[in-house]
């Protein structure tokens, strides 16, 4: 493949290209989505399958649209005043972008985790307690906190200082800790923008685990720049790729062992072996 | 005239690394190609020495292997390959053992011709040596496939190699049944027809290994995973 080709990293994938789930019902769909902002297309036509209970992976050179298509799922886009989303989302039986869902009770049921740990500047107690307690779940919080730092395997170095600041632990303390704040509202999905990039390995490994050990009670999309981590704890894979024109596209989707040992698309194959990025 | 940055970069350095794995393998089949023809023509002539230095020989395989295999490990752990690169790299450690087994079965046939001692092969050695020049040609075209890369030049040379696998069967029963023969007729027979029976089990072999590498070749340019009759594909959920 001739790597300066910009047509050709413009194309669209082909659409045998990208997986279809043809015997169960995802829990996240998108149908042809597109998002603008200002007018410019920064993603455009993505039609994404996501299993119940599964880990997928959006994967693709910086700037081909993985986070904007990431920030779809949640309509985080949004809170962007220049975005504009065409084509649908469907969770949970219903497109998100009807007119009459609330955004807010959408972040609820799919919560977000960032690249750069964000906890509130309050005690971690009340950092996992938050959405609870504005959702009006406020019976048992105690158990509610202590539950929801166990899933994000933090409890254990947290549990004597919970009403220490969120900001006087390390970084991947706190990035568990914003995944502990996301599960205390028992979200269905779990969207995380490369939620380890900025950690040390360590923690890298014990957010690798932690996601594995999640998959199992909710569904997670991940957008990682990290290829060896994407292999090691997803399911599937989606592939983003732009052109010159900076218009991001699902060339490919599938199981990991597709992508990453036998990819459909030589962009991908390039992608993954490093000749593009 | 402007500088030119000559550091390579990291892709085309792994880039070069591969295919001086590539020149390891082509060297290694070189030396097993050479072992199986030299320990039949020591065969075929009696020549103890020379039978003596293919068994010598054989650890210069062995060694070749272990280092393509290490060689193959370090590429793995430095690069972390993916996709085609990861399953060239994982078919020529395959391919790697494939050889260095067959290495062992020229081995064989020398210690037997050694084992022979000044007896005269049982029958005239025409079928035998005949099996052995398909089997390396086999070899030669299965190495060839692994080296193309491509999908359709594989399937191509697996088509005829499955076809040459045949005849190289249908010979080695033909040396079955002759050997058998003259068993019956002398039991004295039977020692020597033995030996003969291994040289040509051995040769038999080497055509197999062929036929593994070819499913090598196969599984670098397509990802599909074939031994024998059995086909599965490695990406599928």
Redesign the interface.
Known sequence: MALHDTDLLSQEGSVENILKFDDIEPVLESKDLSVSYGGQIAVSGVSLQVPKNSVVSLIGPSGCGKSTLLRCFNRMNDLIPSASVQGTVNFAGQNIYAPDIDPTEIRFRIGMVFQRPNPFPKSIYENVAFGPRINGMTDDLDEVVETSLRRAAVWDEVKDRLNDSGLSVSGGQQQRICIARALAVNPEIVLMDEPASALDPISTQAIEQLIQELSSEVTIVIVTHN??QA?RISNYAAVMMAGEERVGRMIEY??N??V????KDER??AY????IG | MSEQNIIPT??QE?DRELGRLEAELILMSGLVEKAIYDALNALKNRDIDRSQKVIDEDDHIDQTELEIERYCVELIRRQ????????RIVASLQIAGELERIGDYAEGIAKISINMGSQPPLKELIDIPRMGDMAVSMLKRSLEAFISRDADSVRTISVELESEDDEVDDLYAKVQGDLMELVKADPDNAERATYLMWVAHNVERVADRAMNIVERALYQA??ELVSGSTQID????
């Open positions: 290829m060896q292999t599938g199981t062992e597709q990453f040992g036998n990819p991908t194959e993954v072996t490093g000749r | 990291a892709r792994f972390s390959p993916m996709a085609g690169d990861l399953r397509t990802g490695a990406s599928a959920e």
